[in-house]
């Protein structure tokens, strides 16, 4: 007799509450879509995407070539599809690093406080002082060009923003009465950490991924874009738009369609995360 | 019925939220006579707000709507108006003071500025006539007027809320509305503030309708009561009418649910169950499910308005019951039986129902009509635990008085019996000179400074103080959960006060706690079962298995929790029962000693009296000992064996619960006593106002620490602390004029 | 107030201590040689290579070459010689530094003239098709990269409709795209949250105050709601500052602007580190002082922080809180702290949360 019928557990709660908001669902599916043409790239993809065809280079978009080629006669589709497998999967990976570390690092600097909190804070302090994307391009000439270069220099530059929040999310936890009752009833640090604030961290936690994810993408593509980070012959859309420079004049699909999928994913992240923000706020709930 | 101020006819406002329209107030009409003060009285979410912004038209369009019906302002009826024309209404004519003074005033302004916007807009002057008349009203409301240019931040919460009377008199309106003008405030302060706003508006000739849920503060203040419940007036009439002749069950049970100053009850009589939600309201009378008297006809029909014929030698005050309005069906239908509306309407608010569920019918006092008959249970009470134990003078005389006082119930008879006057009790908690200071960046912050006493098990402490006076803290001290400044916590004769380890973990089994806040003191992403298991879980006594469902459903049975609700998580559930999971969670590891720490002060006055019940009861099955922490003093009045009073992180006096309310001997606590509003017309108060605000804690002045605020100061108060010193046998005082003022 | 904006300068230095020691380990682990940058790929002998190494300070450790930096850059006010073209970095920054901080400050000049009012008239006609409309393309601008919106930017008004040049800096037609490109995102950003900032105040209670007293809505808006609405907003616009400044390094490069950024994304790929680590540590040093502006405003606007500040004496950021008597910052630990938080100040400290809602 555990639960009632019109019970269900909170995740229903959450899908149902988010379901509500319908721009944010139609996000999802965009996502989902363009999550499986790209990770699905060598299955969808009409061409490989390094094959070059010197006769047919900055060909307009036709049924052969639904985006055009590129200046090395490449299918702009295919590369597009190539690039988002690398794009997103860099974008996934270095969020990952990035809350997970920064929030290890921000939980123990939250939870423990004095002296550790301090050196911890000061040190992110340094770190935030330089412009995000500055401190990832530093980075990145470092680590050199690659996926996984790249993978590296984002997700170290995001640790410091991560540890930020969640360290300002435990210090308000900290001061619910729900964590000292725990404490008065004798349980271990470990086990408040664990079974109280852990899950009452994870719904910013999972908010802030989500916005990271599209933020990532930009940065990813910017790097890429300055000749940093995912170089040919990678398919990179940063890189691709970086290559449309040359033919701005005369050859549009270049750079207007590996930007459209920049904007399309981080839209799609960007709105995914604000509905998910509401649907896992408890204040909302009734 | 012209001469009226105010008429408010058939009102009707609904708000469309996404769950569908809700009917906040349900055709409200009452009216208000130049001069007279009208007391609105319900619990949270009864509509009184919504009502008195309404007379403003200040309801926000949406999602609010007005659904007929007229409030008739001098003649004119404001829901017509045009909304440049109730400007010139808002303000001047009509003026509001809110309930929350700490955000009602605009932050970044300057107070001055904030009082004289309102002059401004409404007389015909320029900005420093405005300006000199917000400096007058400063000074009219007891405020420096130097201090005008300050911030809000600046002010303290009484202060605040001068500021916000003087901003609603600013114009001399014609009628104040004032939304519990005094809830947020501390008692003294409440009293200071309360007597502010009935000389100005004698000063003024205002009328007022006055917004509360304390029936004290209405029979101090007003002249009639209006009793809102669900969104409609259920009563209404003279002070006179609604305090003797008092005819709605709900008013009835709200008068039951008050623990009282003046008379010795030994249990409240709350109403059980909790207010219906706005958005989903039962048929018939809304009242039928909470009802003792509900009768199968109050479910089916909703009753009007009409006067309790059978009260009145003056006609009757009107009354919305079937008991009155229709007679005769009602008595013709079956009655409904409490019991039977608990489970038809998902309600299980009262603990009695976890008895009803284990066959104890016996406990069961709803109208007074069961007598406790579980003497078994209740008998461990107070018998004596261990002889040979040693005790102080203080308890040895406080249970010496409880014989004589107490001796109206069957149960203290049977401690005196058990318990003869001297008799050695065991003494549980001791505590020598416990001091326990903050740094801050403003200095020292001496939260509890040299607190001693003796705790015998089986009793309960009341801890009582204002704001910042250091109770909640000395309750965490003792605990161990704030680590000791300085002095020693003995439980059971062993030092613990800087117990670490394993240690602590072993009297953590043994001292609890139950939280203030039933919202931030459970974990939000926990079903109920879980939360009441985790201390379980968290101390290696149980696994997660049949056996630990079956304990934790023994524990939401001895709270009054349906098992029903295991799986259910707090958000859905309201304060009262929150507060049960807290209890339910201070129980699971059986202790000895609990410190409530103002474990009813977010609670409704009916849910309050629930909570209160139960722990008494819980008290006194398990022979439990209690601190119990609290600013109410009418609270610990109804619970305590001894109370302990503080101000300012230090001790004033110290008692047996009926001497010190009988005869307080110090200044502070004879203020705080006349401070608290009585709900009874009939005793004319002896009031004794105290001036001034609280000292601050941070870097406390050396000396009595309330003589700023103390008619009787000299110099030396301030110059020397006083000694916590025994006046008379039992009675400790901390004053150096104890004796000159008292005549002892 | 003044000894406090004192106390925060002198507290950079620490942090821009750390900045220099980080971003010169990180450059020190680039890649390539900067003897063989200087010296070119071949041709040369071991002795000029040592002479070479050790005239650029490069044949001592990690730890030295940092402390050698900054003896230079406190005792000289010199950020070491560009390996690529031999010529002072501090030299070369000064000449560009102005032109890169006044596109950062016109950016963020337009940023708040444009979304300050925009987010606030979307909270007043909250629900309208205005205030759709701006939401909608709030959201969609937050999502469009810098670098991409220069380069259809380019396409449109520059190749296409030849509006706008598309490179260089000498006239005031050349600021537009650029300041556009840097500032939009942040924009957007921006208006979402005055919008619902100003929302969040004008359900406040002093709001509903100034109602019943009678103060005319305009009047209740920019008297009342606007200044509180603005104290959440103004952090924002720091944060805000710190990407125009990171964003601006592909924009110059997109429109062939002699700012620092062109010069450094050219620094990279002529692994030029000298002058990488000296253009980041200005540019960071550039962005601190720009947060603290925003931080000191913050005082400015509102009075408890103001305070705060004061009271404080100027250790370190604003923002904290005395243990309230009746809970106090309780570490499970065991520990309390310094009760150092990043909420929201509300009031004096010592509150109660005894009221009755």
Redesign the interface.
């Given at each position: 007799m555990k639960k009632q019928a019109k019970r269900h557990g909170q995740l229903y709660e959450i899908v149902k509450r988010f379901s509500k908001r319908k721009i944010a669902v139609v996000a999802f599916f965009v996502l989902v879509v363009m999550l499986a043409l790209c990770l699905g790239a060598p299955i969808f993809a009409p061409y490989d995407y390094a094959l070059q065809d010197p006769f047919n280079t900055l060909a307009m978009p036709s049924w052969q070539h639904p985006f055009g080629t590129d200046g090395f006669g490449r299918d702009i589709f295919t590369r597009i599809l190539y690039g988002g497998r690398n794009s997103l999967l860099i974008s996934l990976f270095s969020s990952l690093i990035s809350v997970v570390g920064g929030g290890i690092i921000g939980a123990i600097s939250g939870y423990y406080g004095g002296k550790t909190d301090n050196v911890i804070m000061r040190l992110v302090d340094v770190f935030m002082a330089i412009p995000g994307i500055l401190l990832c391009v530093v980075i990145s000439a470092a680590l050199g060009t690659g996926p996984w270069q790249t993978c590296a220099a984002v997700a170290i530059g995001g640790i410091p923003g991560g540890a930020r929040i969640l360290r300002a999310q435990v210090l308000a936890l900290r001061k619910q009465e729900y964590i000292e009752a725990a404490g008065a009833y004798g349980s271990s640090d470990m086990r408040i950490v664990l079974t109280h604030v852990v899950p009452n961290c994870l719904a910013p936690v999972i908010v802030d991924t989500t916005l990271r994810l599209g933020m990532n993408i930009m940065m990813i593509s910017g790097l890429a874009f300055i000749g940093l980070g995912v170089q040919a012959p990678h398919a990179e859309w940063g890189a691709m738009l970086n290559s449309g420079r040359e033919y701005i004049r005369d050859f549009w699909p270049l750079i207007t369609f590996p930007g459209l999928a920049i904007v399309i994913s981080m839209l799609g992240f960007n709105l995914f995360g604000d509905g998910l923000r509401d649907a896992l706020d408890p204040k909302l709930k009734t | 019925m012209t001469d009226h101020l105010l008429e408010v006819n058939n009102l009707n406002i609904r708000f469309n939220t996404s769950e569908g329209t809700v009917c906040a107030v349900n055709d409200i009409s009452f009216a208000i006579s130049p001069g007279e003060t009208l007391g609105l009285v319900g619990e949270t979410g009864a509509g009184k707000t919504t009502t008195a912004l309404s007379i403003m038209k200040l309801v926000a369009q949406p999602p609010g709507e007005y659904h007929g019906g007229s409030v008739l302002f001098d003649g004119k009826d404001i829901l017509q108006e045009t909304e440049g024309r109730l400007r010139h209404i808002r303000g001047k004519d009509i003026a509001m003071i809110f309930q929350d003074p700490m955000t009602a005033l605009n932050p970044v302004m300057r107070i001055e500025d904030q009082i004289a916007e309102v002059i401004k807009l409404h007389t015909d002057c320029s900005a420093a006539e405005a300006l000199i008349g917000a400096a007058e009203m400063l000074e009219t409301v007891g405020i420096p007027a130097d201090r005008g240019k300050e911030y809000p931040h600046q002010f303290s919460g009484g202060m605040k809320q001068r500021v916000v009377i003087a901003m609603a008199l600013a114009c001399s309106p014609k009628l104040l509305l004032a939304d519990e003008p005094t809830t947020a405030l501390d008692v003294t302060i409440q009293a200071q503030v309360l007597d502010m706003i009935r000389d100005m508006r004698v000063k003024l000739g205002t009328s007022m309708l006055l917004i509360t849920h304390d029936l004290g503060v209405v029979a101090e203040t007003c002249d009639r009561v209006a009793i809102m419940y669900a969104g409609e007036i259920v009563e209404q009439g003279t002070l006179e009418q609604i305090f003797h002749r008092v005819a709605h069950p709900y008013t009835i049970g709200l008068f039951g649910s008050l623990p009282s100053l003046d008379k010795k009850v030994e249990r409240l009589n709350p109403i059980v169950g909790l207010m219906p939600d706005a958005a989903n309201l039962p048929e018939g009378c809304k009242f039928h499910p909470r009802c003792p008297k509900a009768r199968r006809y109050c479910a089916q029909v909703h009753p009007e308005l009409s006067p309790a014929m059978s009260w009145g030698d003056d006609g009757g005050h009107p009354v919305r019951c079937h008991m009155f309005a229709a007679p005769e069906p009602y008595e013709a239908s079956e009655p409904l039986g409490l019991v039977d509306g608990l489970f038809d309407e998902d309600f299980t608010g009262n603990m009695n129902m976890a008895y009803l569920l284990e066959g104890k019918i016996g406990r069961r006092d709803e109208d007074g009509a069961d007598v406790p008959q579980g003497a078994d249970v209740h008998q461990g009470a107070c018998l004596p635990q261990d002889p040979g134990g040693q005790r102080d003078g203080a308890s040895a005389t406080g249970s010496g008085t409880n014989v004589t006082v107490g001796a109206s119930d069957p149960e203290d008879v049977a401690g005196a019996d058990t318990q003869p006057a001297g008799a050695p009790t065991t003494t549980l908690l001791e505590v020598r000179n416990l001091k326990k200071y903050f740094q801050t960046p403003s200095g020292m912050l001496h939260a509890v400074d040299n607190v001693s006493f003796t705790l015998d098990r089986g009793k309960v402490l009341g801890v009582v103080g204002e704001s910042g006076c250091g109770k909640s803290t000395l309750g965490r001290t003792i605990l161990g959960i704030l680590d000791a400044t300085d002095g020693q916590v003995l439980y059971a004769g062993e030092d613990i006060t800087h117990a670490k380890g394993r240690r602590r973990k072993e009297l953590q089994k043994k001292m609890q706690i139950i939280f203030q806040d039933p919202y931030s003191s459970i974990d939000p992403r926990m079903p109920v079962w879980r939360l009441i298991a985790d201390p379980l879980l968290a101390n290696g006594m149980y696994r997660k298995g049949k056996e630990l469902t079956r304990e934790v459903y023994r524990l939401m049975d001895t709270v009054g929790l349906a098992r029903r609700l295991s799986g259910a998580y707090p958000h859905e559930l309201d304060g009262g029962r929150r507060q049960r999971i807290g209890v339910a969670r201070a129980l699971a590891l059986n202790p000895d000693f609990i410190v409530c720490d103002e474990p009813v002060s977010a609670l409704d006055v009916s849910i309050q009296a629930q909570i209160l019940n139960l722990l008494q009861d819980l008290q006194a099955e398990k022979n439990l000992t209690y601190i119990f922490v609290t600013h109410d003093l009418s609270v610990v009045k109804h619970i305590s064996d001894d109370i302990l009073v503080m101000y300012v992180g230090s001790m004033v006096e110290k008692s047996h619960t009926d001497a010190l309310f009988e005869a307080p001997l110090h200044p502070y606590t004879k203020g705080l006593l006349s401070a608290i509003p009585v709900a009874n017309i009939d005793v004319p108060k002896q009031r004794i106002l105290l001036q001034g605000e609280l000292q601050s804690p941070i870097e406390p002045a050396p000396g009595c620490r309330f003589a700023n605020r103390c008619s009787y100061a000299t110099p030396e108060c301030a110059a020397a602390e006083p000694p916590f010193e025994e006046v008379m046998p039992g009675h400790f005082v901390a004053c150096h004029k104890v004796r000159e003022i008292n005549a002892l | 107030m003044l000894k406090y904006s004192i106390k925060r300068i002198l507290l950079m230095i620490?942090?821009?201590l750390?900045?220099i020691i980080?971003?010169y380990s990180?450059?020190y682990?680039?890649?390539g040689d900067p003897v063989q940058t200087v010296l070119g790929a071949t041709g040369y002998t071991q002795e000029q290579y040592d002479m070479t190494a050790h005239r650029l300070g490069l044949d001592v450790g990690l730890p030295m070459q940092i402390f050698n930096y900054l003896k230079n850059l406190v005792t000289k006010g010199e950020l070491g010689v560009s390996y690529y073209t031999g010529r002072s970095v501090m030299e070369e920054v000064v000449q560009r530094a102005p032109i890169s901080i006044g596109i950062g400050i016109l950016s963020s000049l337009v940023l708040i003239v444009i979304s300050v009012p925009i987010g606030i008239i979307s909270a007043v006609k909250q629900n309208s098709v205005l205030d759709y409309c701006i939401s909608v393309l709030a959201?969609?601008l937050?999502?469009?990269?810098g670098?991409?919106l220069a380069?259809?930017f380019?396409?449109l008004f520059s190749?296409k409709l030849r509006w706008l040049p598309a490179s260089g800096l000498s006239t005031w037609k050349h600021y537009i795209l650029p300041v556009a490109c840097n500032s939009l995102g942040s924009i957007a950003m921006l208006a979402r949250m005055t919008r619902s900032s100003m929302l969040e105040v004008i359900r406040?209670?002093?709001v509903?105050?100034?109602?019943?007293?009678?103060?005319?809505?305009e009047v209740v808006i920019t008297?009342?709601a606007l200044?509180?609405a603005l104290?959440p907003i103004i952090t924002v616009i720091g944060a805000q500052f710190?990407?125009i400044?990171?964003?601006s390094?592909?924009i110059e490069?997109?429109f062939s602007i002699p700012g620092m950024g062109s010069r450094?994304?050219a620094a990279?790929?002529n692994r030029d580190y000298t002058m990488?680590v000296g253009i980041?540590v200005v540019?960071?040093t550039f962005?601190?002082l720009m947060v603290l502006l925003t931080d000191l405003m913050y005082a400015f606007?509102?009075?408890?922080i103001k305070?705060e500040f004061e009271?404080?004496n100027g250790?370190r950021r604003p923002v904290?809180k005395?243990?309230a008597?009746?809970?106090?910052?309780?570490?499970?630990?065991?520990?309390?702290?310094?009760g150092?938080?990043?909420?929201h100040v509300?009031?004096?400290?010592?509150?109660?949360?005894?009221?009755?809602?």
């Open positions: - | - | 620490p942090i821009l750390g900045v980080i971003v990180i450059s682990f680039m890649p959201i969609v937050a999502s469009v990269p670098f991409w380069l259809e380019i396409l190749l406040a209670d002093y509903r105050t100034a109602k019943a007293k009678g103060v005319k809505y008297r009342h200044k509180n104290i710190s990407m400044i990171g964003g390094v592909i490069n997109i450094l994304v990279i790929s990488l980041t540019l960071s962005t601190m606007v509102d009075p408890r305070a009271s404080l250790r904290i005395p243990p008597p009746g809970g106090p910052n309780v570490a499970v630990s065991g520990a309390v702290t310094d150092v938080t990043s909420g509300s009031g004096a400290g010592i509150g109660k949360g005894g009221a009755k809602p």
